[in-house]
């Protein structure tokens, strides 16, 4: 026991090893940013296309946001990676940070299309029905009625959502990549350290303290929109 | 209100897939008329009142305000001269009372904002419900939040108003509270035609009782005719259940 204290103390004084770490968490938190964008915006898009009234401009895309999340969802993440460095980015120079973030990204976008989804067809017909009844064009019943209570429920869903894709990135280091799962295996492999356990404990404090912070940030918006709801009252 | 409100229902058939709900109806309203749409549940009453304004869109037959046929192009321009109060209230969570009866007369650039703000208070003040303005509807009671919908819809000041049971969801102490303002309605020369299950106030309130069976108009006359000299079978056997 105090042989691991006594690492922890080596790795937080050794210049290396905090750059090291920081150097890998800095890529994780690149790659979970622009995928986590990605997925919000692509996902939205997706899940607006899903839900919007029949019509045959919308059968085509329909059809293809179907197919996609289907794929996406139905094939691991891992492969999905894989594929995209092996297969569609297969080539020599292309930014890797890039490929991931794709990967990744579009990956996201699957799951966040189905938050979104769900977020908006849990908001009761009456309310689109009543903005119909008095003559408001659908735009204006999305943007001031649909959306905001459907934000209401999509954002702890999406919140889960984002905690998922921090966490999921580390498998970046199954095709090289440097990020903060990578640097404690790098760290605990070096001659000097020579133990695993210290740098993957202080890898997973990382992981924690974002993920912290981002369920503290979600908790807090969760609360701020819940102002039009009795539950709030209780 | 502008002195000649006609609106004409010409063979309106409603199909939901296989499931025929109106067969061919054929209807007329003259301003100042007063309509009660009786008939027993799944006869096609409230898809008859829905599809007045398109919230269904009618699968055959027309619909004529003031000799305008509702179009794709022109309905929403159109349902800002109908009016509609829903069973369920359907006011809209995510603002207050205040900005329920704001949202379509300002949107809609139909009323400038203070000038709407002003009527919005007359209306509330009127309804006793002034002091509720910035409440959200959550806060409301049912008989609450249905004489905010009447008023809501009575902001874009409609030619004719639909009402689709408007008292079914309430307690029997917020359904007189509702039906006075109805009354109200009624006393000032409004326009409407409604569905209730409400007898008394039926024979009380219409001008015109119109009885649906089977998505058809079985039988129609004043409440004098209609609840005293019915004259078809089915009238008679759906009256002696409800009476």
Same mark, same amino acid.
């Given at each position: 026991m105090s042989e691991f204290f006594s690492k922890i103390g080596e790795l937080f004084s050794t210049p290396e090893y905090i750059d090291s770490l920081l150097h890998g968490f800095w890529l994780t938190i690149q790659i979970s940013y622009f995928a986590i964008l990605i997925g919000v915006v692509l996902?939205?898009?997706? +899940?607006?296309?899903?839900?919007?009234?029949?019509?045959?401009? /919308?059968? @085509?895309? $329909?059809?293809?946001?179907?197919?996609?999340?289907?794929?996406?969802?139905?094939?691991?993440?891992a492969l999905q990676l894989f594929i995209m460095f092996f297969v569609i980015f297969a080539i020599k120079g292309f930014p890797s940070i890039i490929?991931?973030?794709?990967?990744?990204?579009?990956?996201?976008? +699957?799951?966040?299309?189905?938050?979104?989804?769900?977020?908006? /067809?849990? @908001?009761? $017909?009456?309310?689109?029905e009543a903005g119909l009844a008095l003559g408001l064009s659908r735009m204006t019943i999305f943007m001031r009625i649909v959306a905001p209570q459907a934000i209401k429920n999509i954002i702890p869903a999406l919140g889960n959502e984002i905690i998922t894709v921090i966490k999921e990135t580390a498998i970046v280091s199954m095709v090289g990549m440097y990020d903060l799962n990578m640097a404690a295996k790098d760290i605990g492999s070096g001659q000097n350290m020579a133990s695993y356990i210290v740098p993957m404990f202080v890898a997973a404090l990382f992981y924690l303290a974002?993920?912290?912070?981002?369920?503290?940030?979600?908790?807090?918006?969760?609360?701020?929109?819940?102002?039009?709801?009795?539950?709030?009252?209780? | 209100m502008n002195g000649d409100t006609d609106l004409k229902i010409k063979n309106l058939r409603k199909y939901f897939g296989s499931n025929k709900v109106l067969n061919g109806i054929n209807f007329e309203l003259r301003e100042g008329e007063r309509v009660v749409v009786l008939g027993p549940s799944g006869s096609g009453k409230s898809t008859f009142l829905r599809c007045i304004n398109w919230m269904e869109e009618p699968t055959a037959g027309e619909i004529i305000l003031d000799g305008t046929p509702i179009t794709e192009k022109n309905v929403r321009a159109m349902r800002q001269?109908?009016?509609?109060?829903?069973?369920?209230?359907?006011?809209?969570?995510?603002?207050?009372?205040?900005?329920?009866?704001?949202?379509?007369?300002?949107?809609?650039?139909?009323?400038?904002?203070?000038?709407?703000?002003?009527?919005?208070?007359?209306?509330?003040?009127?309804?006793?419900?002034?002091?509720?303005?910035?409440?959200?509807?959550?806060?409301?009671?049912?008989?609450?939040?249905?004489?905010?919908?009447?008023?809501?819809?009575?902001?874009?000041?409609?030619?004719?108003?639909?009402?689709?049971?408007?008292t079914s969801a309430l307690d029997p102490e917020s359904i007189g509270d509702v039906l006075s303002l109805i009354r109200e309605l009624a006393g000032r020369g409004m326009?409407?035609?409604?569905?209730?299950?409400?007898?008394?106030?039926?024979?009380?309130?219409?001008?015109?009782?119109?009885?649906?069976?089977?998505?058809?108009?079985?039988?129609?006359?004043t409440p004098r005719e209609f609840f005293e000299h019915p004259k078809t079978p089915r009238v008679r056997e759906f009256l002696k259940k409800v009476l």
């Open positions: 996902g939205t898009i997706i +899940a607006l296309i899903d839900t919007a009234k029949p019509s045959k401009w /919308l059968i @085509v895309p $329909k059809f293809i946001c179907r197919i996609y999340t289907t794929v996406i969802r139905g094939t691991p993440m490929t991931a973030i794709l990967a990744f990204g579009l990956n996201s976008a +699957a799951y966040t299309a189905e938050v979104v989804r769900g977020g908006i /067809l849990s @908001v009761d $017909k009456g309310q689109t974002i993920i912290y912070v981002i369920t503290f940030i979600v908790k807090q918006i969760e609360k701020s929109l819940r102002k039009s709801d009795l539950r709030a009252e209780k | 001269r109908i009016g509609m109060v829903f069973q369920h209230f359907n006011l809209i969570n995510n603002l207050t009372v205040m900005d329920n009866l704001l949202l379509a007369p300002v949107k809609l650039k139909l009323m400038k904002r203070d000038a709407a703000k002003k009527r919005a208070q007359e209306l509330l003040r009127h309804i006793g419900l002034l002091d509720k303005a910035n409440a959200f509807p959550a806060s409301l009671s049912g008989g609450q939040k249905q004489r905010v919908a009447i008023i809501r819809a009575m902001m874009l000041s409609p030619e004719v108003l639909l009402f689709d049971e408007p326009t409407f035609i409604i569905v209730t299950h409400e007898m008394s106030f039926a024979k009380e309130i219409a001008t015109r009782i119109v009885f649906i069976d089977k998505g058809k108009i079985i039988e129609e006359g």
